[in-house]
Each structure stands twice: as structure tokens, then as C-alpha cells.
């Protein structure tokens, strides 16, 4: 089997959903370049790893489209060394770009089997550098605070109080904030004990569920 059987479809992505669409950092271009996203979908959606969309990865969650991810890698002005704590380790996707950025990653994952499938991910992937941790990421995780930047790929009504805690000066932090169904993203950067918000414009994310998120299950509906 040839050793990159995806490297043409991943260019494409590139080119027509991240490049064509405004995304200008060539450290973040050059990794959604690198990273086998078709290793990060389930068994049976390889093919469809690099569409313009998000996929189900079981647990009714989702791995986000590839410009969403994009947009918030970039806006997280990732340096090699940067420690990041990832909320929502879902497929690992998102947290293996943070490490091939150079990031020294922790990502907290709620449910035991994705965490699990997401080590998987990694090992087939050849990504180093993220450590899973299962848990109520909405707390964060206070062993390896502060951190450079904090990401979180699911949706809560605020920004979790803790989270905004663990970031360090000069840290960036990006969430998708607002009501269940569709959310604004939005940036925070602590300066000097000062936390300024830049609204980055509007997504649909899978509810962040927690003891500072929402309460509970989400009813189907
Ligand atoms: N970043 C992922 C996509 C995440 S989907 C990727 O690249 O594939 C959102 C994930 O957040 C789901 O896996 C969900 O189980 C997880 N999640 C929801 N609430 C959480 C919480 N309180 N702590 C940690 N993970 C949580």
C-alpha cells in the first residue's frame, strides 16, 4: 500500500476549504497538510474524511469540520513548546494538530471509549506529544496549569470560571459560547490579570457537559 494513499485529497482540503477561505498561517496550513485526518474518522468513513463537514465518531459526537478546526488552531497562535490543554479529545484530531505545531498537549476527554479510541488514533497516526486525560474537562486540569492557550470543541452557555483561571498571561483561550444548538466562538486573552473576549463568529457544536458547562445529558430531540 502506498504510504500517503490520502496526500491528494488532503491537498485539496487545503487549497479550497482552508487556504480559499482566508486562513493564512503556513505553520497551521503545513500541518492540516500533515496529519492523516482519514486516520482520525471511524472504520467505513475514510472516504469521506476530507469533505467540507464534521463526522460522527460515535457517542453522538462529532470531529469538526476541517475550516472550524482551522480557524481555531490559527486563532490560537500555537509556538512550538506551548503548553495546551485541549477540552474535548473526541477523535484527537484537533489536539494531534496542537502537537505537530510543536504544542506539549493534555486534552480531557469525558467519555472512557473515545479517550481510548483517540490513544489508538495517535499510536496508528505516529503522534507524540498529547496526553489524554478522562474527566470533567470543565474544570480543567490544575496539575499542569497555567497553559499557553486552552481550547475547548464543545459548547457551554459561559466560558467555564476554571478554565479562564488555568490560562497563564499573555494565554489565549477559544470556545464556542451560547445556547445548545448553535454558539458563537469567541477568544479570550488574559494580559496583566485582564481578560479581553474577541467574537470570531458563528458555529454549531456538541454540548460541553459538566459541572461548569451544561447539566446532564442533552434530551434527543
Ligand atoms: N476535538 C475533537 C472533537 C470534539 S467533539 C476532535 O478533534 O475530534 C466534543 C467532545 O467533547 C466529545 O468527545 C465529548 O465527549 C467531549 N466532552 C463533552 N463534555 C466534556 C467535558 N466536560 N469534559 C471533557 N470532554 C467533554
Not at 94 to 120: F, K, P, T
Not at 181 to 209: A, N, S, T
Request: aromatic share 4%; proline share 8%.
Amino acid at each position: 500500500m502506498e504510504a500517503d494513499p490520502c496526500r491528494r485529497e488532503r491537498e485539496e482540503m487545503v487549497e479550497f476549504q482552508i487556504r480559499a477561505r482566508g486562513i493564512r498561517d503556513e505553520r497551521v496550513l503545513a500541518a492540516m497538510q500533515k496529519v492523516p485526518r482519514h486516520l482520525f474518522v471511524p472504520k467505513g468513513l475514510e472516504r469521506a474524511a476530507y469533505e467540507d463537514r464534521p463526522l460522527p465518531i460515535g457517542g453522538g459526537q462529532t470531529i469538526s469540520q476541517p475550516y472550524i478546526v482551522a480557524v481555531m488552531t490559527e486563532q490560537l497562535e500555537i509556538r512550538p513548546h506551548d503548553r495546551v490543554l485541549e477540552i474535548g479529545t473526541g477523535s484527537g484530531y484537533q489536539a494531534a494538530l496542537l502537537a505537530e505545531l510543536g504544542a506539549d498537549v493534555i486534552s480531557v476527554e469525558r467519555l472512557d471509549d473515545l479517550a481510548l479510541r483517540a490513544q489508538e488514533n495517535f499510536t496508528r497516526a505516529g503522534v507524540t506529544g498529547v496526553r489524554v486525560v478522562v474527566g470533567d474537562g470543565t474544570k480543567g486540569y490544575p496539575p499542569e496549569a497555567p497553559y499557553d492557550a486552552v481550547i475547548i470543541t464543545a459548547a457551554s452557555p459561559a466560558v467555564p470560571e476554571p478554565l479562564v483561571e488555568q490560562l497563564g498571561e499573555g494565554g489565549r483561550l477559544i470556545a464556542p459560547v451560547g445556547p445548545r444548538e448553535c454558539q458563537d466562538l469567541i477568544k479570550l486573552i488574559k494580559r496583566e490579570g485582564k481578560v479581553q473576549r474577541i467574537p470570531l463568529g458563528g458555529v454549531c457544536f456538541v454540548p460541553l457537559i459538566g459541572q461548569f458547562g451544561w447539566q446532564g445529558e442533552v434530551s434527543p430531540r
